[in-house]
């Protein structure tokens, strides 16, 4: 793409514009509280916690969370509304044992109170590249933001035992390990009612996957029938970014959405409609996402649902209940679902649940970005470099937008060719400026130049670049990807600043290579603008500097090609 060096001031405008309120913000931050302030607001937490408690709507479809109930042999009474989060969840009353997961891609610990996942760290996965410490999406720490998911059954205000994720289970073993050469490992846990209800609660984990399977196998030998909803719930302190304009996750989403069978949402704790969501779905699942990574609930395709979102400040419950099924004496039961925990791997999404992968979030540009992904990712398959991916995958637009590059590069280089004369009529009128307009559009008109043609052509690209620019932002594909020598990951900055360097000889190259404005003070603007972008993109990851340095290398050797053909014309 042949860039207009106006785009570059406009950009450059808007950056600084961001520094400054960056800087206000800063400046301007609320004051840090007071004890008593925090007293007050803990009382103040406590009085809602009892409101929610008190006042649950009644649905039609039982709500998943559960109360202890006073000698109840094995489980609980579930409560007519999901646990609420209007101030730190409270560790489960029961035991703090748990079951200790390895696969080839996960090591989790479930506990044994309600079979919560309450740990995942993901091993291929390193927070930092080089250090030991992977990424984790589950803890029970609430300096660190809480955040856990949690399943059951439950069978609404029956006052029958569920295993819900209050209820005890046990386990035959208190760690599990993906055997070498397996493609499957099963994690069984087991509760009872103690009145000849017995649940069987499975985790499937397949080798190389992040979907896993949730079974429960029922075994009713009770003389009365027994009835119970799947359940399940994502708990999460949903600690706001930090926000930077430098850093990838100020600008991914992060926080609860849900897909309803035919609309994908984000919700926004902060929207009042979204505070107390609560609607049926078909086909859909609920997600707790974040940059590059996400937890997923998808119940079995095709199921009717009942999805709500209870919130109390950065604090979210988004869950999914799924209809009452009963099983007579004497009859067996199976309930099913799927989780996912992990990376936003769109390969590994696509199979686990209808249209799941716009987790991998390229907002409004999606229709362009998922082609352009797909391309990106077939290319990886033939190079295997996700940084060469880059550079072919620029290329290959660089060519498919040519004809439209081309026009606008022609454009800049005929005015080019009538520098020597307008710096003439600049001087012949440069105490009139109306004169000078008008002679400028008559030697325009004469020459049949029109000096907006460049804009439509880069306009109609603007879009394709810059869903170009969030797939490289969102891929999980690429985070912490090598490219080669001292570029060892595409997903951070150029630790030694060589490609920012080389971006501003380029866009210099640029520079010189179109015709100069006809305000001098413009022209010291446009001159300045490459070394002022340089600096600005020396702190943003450097795939996206590769893709830049890319696009501006091919539009200097593209203009300089166009010049070269108008100036031998012109002779």
Request: charged share 20%; hydrophobic share 45%.
């Amino acid at each position: 793409m042949t860039t207009n060096p106006r785009v570059f001031l406009w950009l450059g405008l808007v950056l600084l514009a961001w520094i400054n309120y960056e800087t206000w913000t800063r400046d301007y931050a609320p004051k840090p509280k007071s004890p008593a302030e925090i007293a007050q607001e803990a009382q103040a937490v406590a009085q809602r916690r009892a409101q929610l408690e008190e006042n649950v709507p009644q649905a039609t479809v039982p709500a998943p969370a559960t109360t202890p109930a006073a000698g109840a042999a094995g489980g609980e009474v579930p409560a007519a509304a999901p646990v609420d989060v209007a101030g730190a969840p409270e560790p489960a009353p029961a035991s703090s044992a748990v079951v200790h997961v390895v696969t080839d891609v996960l090591d989790l610990d479930i506990g044994l109170t309600g079979g919560e996942l309450r740990r995942a760290d993901l091993l291929a996965y390193p927070l930092v590249k080089g250090q030991a410490t992977r990424v984790r999406l589950f803890n029970r720490d609430s300096a660190h933001g809480f955040y856990v998911l949690q399943t059951g059954l439950t069978g609404g205000a029956s006052g029958v035992p569920h295993p819900t994720h209050l209820a005890t289970f046990t386990s035959a073993a208190s760690e599990y390990r993906l055997a070498p050469g397996a493609k499957e490992l099963r994690v069984p846990l087991t509760w009872t009612d103690g009145q000849g209800v017995t649940v069987t609660k499975v985790f499937v984990f397949e080798r190389g996957r992040y979907n896993i399977g949730l079974e429960y196998d029922v075994k009713n030998a009770g003389a009365a029938p027994w009835s119970a909803a799947p359940y399940a719930q994502i708990l999460r302190d949903n600690i706001p970014v930090e926000r930077s304009m430098f850093s990838p996750d100020s600008y991914a989403f992060k926080g609860p959405a849900y897909y309803d069978g035919t609309k994908y949402q984000k919700l926004k704790l902060d929207k009042e409609e979204n505070q107390h969501l609560s609607l049926d779905v078909t086909g859909g699942w609920i997600a707790g996402m974040q940059h590059h990574f996400v937890t997923a609930v998808v119940p079995p395709v095709a199921a009717t649902t009942h999805v709500a979102l209870k919130v109390d400040g950065n604090k979210y419950l988004l869950s999914t209940v799924g209809r009452a099924q009963t099983v007579a004496p004497g009859a067996d039961a199976t309930f099913k679902e799927t989780l996912f925990v992990g990376p936003k791997l769109q390969s590994q999404l696509e199979t686990t649940g209808p249209e799941l992968e716009r987790v991998a979030d390229y907002g409004l540009l999606t229709p362009l970005a998922k082609p352009l992904f797909i391309l990106l990712k077939w290319l990886h398959r033939l190079v295997g470099n996700w940084g060469w991916a880059i550079v072919l995958a620029t290329c290959i637009l660089k060519a498919v937008f040519y004809p439209l590059s081309e026009k606008a590069g022609k454009s800049m280089a005929k005015m080019k060719t009538l520098t020597p004369r307008i710096k003439n009529l600049q001087e012949l009128y440069k105490d009139d400026r109306e004169k000078l307009g008008k002679a400028m559009m008559e030697l325009y008109q004469r020459e049949k130049i029109n000096p907006v043609a460049g804009c439509l052509p880069i306009l109609i690209q603007m879009p394709v670049f810059l869903a170009f620019y969030w797939v490289l932002l969102e891929s999980v594909e690429m985070r912490q990807a090598p490219f080669m020598l001292w570029i060892n990951d595409l997903s951070s900055r150029d630790p030694y600043f060589v490609l920012p360097a080389i971006m501003a000889a380029a866009m210099f190259a640029q520079y010189k290579l179109n015709p100069a404005p006809p305000d001098p003070v413009q022209a010291k603007v446009f001159m300045i603008m490459p070394f002022a972008m340089s600096v600005m993109f020396a702190f943003f990851p450097a795939g996206l500097v590769l893709y830049w340095v890319t696009n501006t290398i091919l539009s200097i050797a593209q203009q300089w090609n166009i010049n070269r053909r108008i100036e031998a014309q012109a002779k």
